[in-house]
């Protein structure tokens, strides 16, 4: 079977209709990697009928950032859902989602949204909200899939789906990463061969920052902040933009870890933006369940 491709909101909506039984939605900006493809086999192992978006959302990008550039592979991502076996990609222009007097913005306000990509991206987190708002509006799906890759998006989107009563699970799902532990993203091929290997200086950090809360018992969050900033700074290519350790749920910043949380960067690898993140909870704490899978 091959993936119906939808342009249109009128003819996405007219094909959900016709859709029984439980239906997936993974939002994408597309440039497709392992990380995606995670979701939507996890959406079709699930889900009777799964949907696939393509939207590079102009939104949620601030000015400055790499908009214009963002790389596309249609023809790649297409032959990739359908080995996937992927039923629908919805692939709208922004005319489709934005129409003239488009007004129908959704935020979610508050310490959610104010702290870490919030902070470093303002109005980010409203074009997330609000594409993703529309989606689900559109889509009606029971299920849809984000990656723990962007932890505070996911729980921004959880919170919104609250926010505005959508009856939609959102299931997390965890980071995946290259065989030498970089976290896969589209934004990666940015990379020049020598900022490639900088870059491993990230997911070093992250996974010294678990090591220290879960194998050697360290409860300062301080120490944790610390340790990450130090192995950063030893990569002269790579600036550190944050390194947070919050609540696991609230993403409130924490003195100590006495719970599950979360040691988050966002740094620039020459003029490339990434982030990654890793789930700790205390030496001798049982990860919560719905955590397990994502640490
Ligand atoms: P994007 O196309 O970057 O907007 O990502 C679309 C979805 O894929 C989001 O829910 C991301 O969190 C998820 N995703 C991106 N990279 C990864 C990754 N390396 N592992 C797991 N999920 C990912």
Known sequence: MSVRVVETVAEMA????????????VPTMGYLHEGHLSLVR?????????????????????????????PRDTERDLRLLEEAGVDVL????????????????????????????????????????TVVARLFRILRPHRAYFGQKDAQQLRVVRRMA????????????PIIREPDGLAMSSRN????????????????????????????????????????????AGQPLVQLEYASV???ETLAELDRID????????????????????????KGMAAPEGLRELA
């Open 14 to 25: 007219a094909a959900r209709g016709e859709m029984r039984g439980v239906v997936g939605l």
């Open 246 to 248: 919050v609540d696991e």
């Open 90 to 129: 919805f692939m709208p222009t922004v005319e489709e989602v934005y129409p003239p007097g488009f007004g129908d913005w959704v935020e979610v306000t508050g310490p959610l949204t104010e702290r870490l990509e919030g902070a470093a991206r303002p109005g980010h987190f409203r074009g997330v909200t």
């Open 162 to 173: 609250q926010q505005e009563g959508l009856p939609v699970t959102i299931v997390p799902m």
């Open 42 to 70: 996890r959406a079709r192992a699930e889900c009777d009928h799964v949907v696939v978006s393509i939207f590079v959302n102009p939104a949620q990008f601030g000015p400055g950032e790499d908009l214009e550039r963002y």
């Open 189 to 232: 091929v940015y990379l020049s061969a020598e900022e490639r290997t900088a870059a491993l200086v990230l997911s070093r950090a992250v996974r010294e920052a678990r090591r220290m809360v879960m194998e050697d018992g360290v409860t300062d969050a301080d120490r944790v902040r610390d340790a990450v900033r130090s192995i950063v």
């Open 259 to 282: 719970g599950p949380a979360l040691v988050l960067l966002a740094a620039k690898v020459g003029s490339t933006r990434l982030i990654d993140n890793v789930v700790v909870v205390p």
